[in-house]
């Protein structure tokens, strides 16, 4: 077994990076049949991780070239077309065109590009393109990566992230002019996608989905240049592999039946929930001077630290992406679901979802019914929920321990509830 460096808190790649040896392959083939790809997985599955990864191999075995944006904090369509102006500088063939492309705004940016000024050239590309312009600009930077020598494989993560918050406003309810937008926004990444098949692969991800999202939009057509990817849990084994690598490399002793303890305690092994536990225990062991777990030592850990504050500020992270994607009464309705099946050992069965039907129709804030099925697909489609017999359960075990320890303690079932009021 090698030795794993320990993850920050960031995404990964290199040595920091394990297993996942068949979405490479699929992604390694698809990226060389010009096949695109929406990636699609729940929270904090690795998503990022893998595209880094599979572009840093891409470059260094050199038939591609590759191009990373992050639309995290982007805006507007023409903010995303500066973001991929701005990332494909370092693609050679490329730069000097898209600069051309804009004209005198960039003239007087020169020099070599690792020294570039990024914040400058990104004001600077911001001020040559607005709402009327950006397609055109748009096109040109593309037709200047699809002229570079090598194919590019660009990526771009955080894509539903953006279109989400171009569809709605402040109150979370889609505007006509949002929709537009992102109708516009879509379909001109679908003309790329066609128009450069073989020279432009396009690689989409993001932290929330971006099919609940069209969906809710209608706009669901616009995913079907891209074959969809589907990034699962780790297996058990794959697990135990890299618990093993990282205690390995930290010099921790971690026996097979400790580790085979951390897993059953998370039953969904969420590469970042298992990184997560492994570098809560080494820190706990640390801390007392020991370097041997033991199952006590597991147990405490889970209880202290997975569950305890620390854990509780990555639970935040799920509630604002579930707060972003569902709105306001949405949310409120995902929180009662979710904290219904906390409190039924991880189950909520029909007879409770059809009660709070009834109930979330008289108590949405903006007057509007909350539509529950579409609460549950976005709970199914990020992993909280899936289906079992004609309810559904929680999948993690983690998540759903950390659902109870926040929100359970004062929490009263729907069937005890006496009337229809509020949860
Ligand atoms: N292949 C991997 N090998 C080792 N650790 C991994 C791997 N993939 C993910 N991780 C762990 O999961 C964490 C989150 O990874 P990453 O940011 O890539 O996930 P994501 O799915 O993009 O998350 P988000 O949903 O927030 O966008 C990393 O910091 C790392 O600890
Ligand atoms: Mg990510």
């Not at 569902?326 to 995902?334: E, H, S, V």
């Not at 409190?343 to 903006?366: C, H, K, M, S």
């Not at 489609?381 to 950390?402: A, Q, T």
């Amino acid at each position: 077994m090698t030795g794993l460096k320990k993850a920050g808190s960031n995404w990964v790649d290199g040595d920091r990076f394990f297993d996942r040896h068949a979405e490479l392959n699929v992604l390694m083939e698809r990226v060389q049949n010009g096949t695109h790809t929406l990636l699609t997985a729940q929270r904090r599955m690795g998503k990022t991780s893998l595209v880094r990864e599979l572009l840093r191999r891409l470059e260094a075995e050199g038939s591609f070239e590759t191009v990373f944006v992050d639309l995290e904090d982007v805006r507007t369509a023409a903010d995303a077309v500066v973001e991929i102006g701005v990332e494909s500088r370092h693609v050679h063939g490329a730069w000097d065109r898209i600069k051309a492309g804009f004209g005198n705004v960039l003239r007087t940016v020169e020099g070599r590009v690792d020294t570039l000024d990024i914040g400058e050239v990104r004001v600077k590309l911001r001020a040559g393109i607005d709402h009327g312009t950006w397609r055109q600009k748009g096109d040109d930077v593309c037709a200047a990566l699809a002229n570079n020598e090598r194919p590019v494989v660009l990526a771009l993560d955080e894509l539903p992230i953006l279109v989400n918050r171009m569809l709605k406003d402040h109150d979370h309810q889609i505007m006509s002019q949002g929709k537009q937008d992102v109708d516009e926004l879509l379909s001109w990444l679908r003309k790329i996608g066609q128009e450069y098949r073989e020279k432009i692969c396009l690689i989409l991800s993001g932290s929330i989905g971006l099919e609940p999202i069209l969906h809710q939009a209608g706009l669901s057509a616009h995913a079907n240049i891209f074959s969809p990817l589907d990034l699962k849990p780790w297996d058990e084994k794959t697990a135990l592999g890299c618990l093993a690598a990282l205690a390995e490399t930290c010099g921790l002793d971690l026996p097979l039946a400790a580790r085979q303890q951390m897993c059953r305690r998370l039953r969904c092994l969420v590469p970042h929930h298992v990184q997560r536990f492994f570098d809560s225990l080494d820190e706990d062991l640390r801390l007392d001077s020991r370097r041997q777990a033991s199952l006590e030592d597991v147990e405490r850990v889970y209880t202290s630290e997975m569950l305890g504050i620390r854990g509780q500020a990555d639970l935040d992270h799920y509630e604002s992406r579930l707060k972003l994607v569902l709105g306001r009464d949405g949310y409120r309705a995902a929180l009662s679901l979710l904290t219904e099946a906390a409190v039924n050992d991880g189950v909520l069965p029909r007879a409770a979802i059809d009660r709070y039907t009834e109930q979330f129709r008289t108590w949405a804030v903006t007057d509007r019914p909350v539509p529950i099925g579409e609460v549950l697909r976005v709970l199914e489609h990020d992993g909280y929920l899936e289906p079992r017999g004609d309810g559904y359960r929680f999948v993690s075990g983690l998540l759903e321990d950390w659902w109870r320890a926040r929100h359970g303690r004062h929490f009263i079932p729907v069937e005890r509830r006496s009337g229809l009021q509020g949860a």
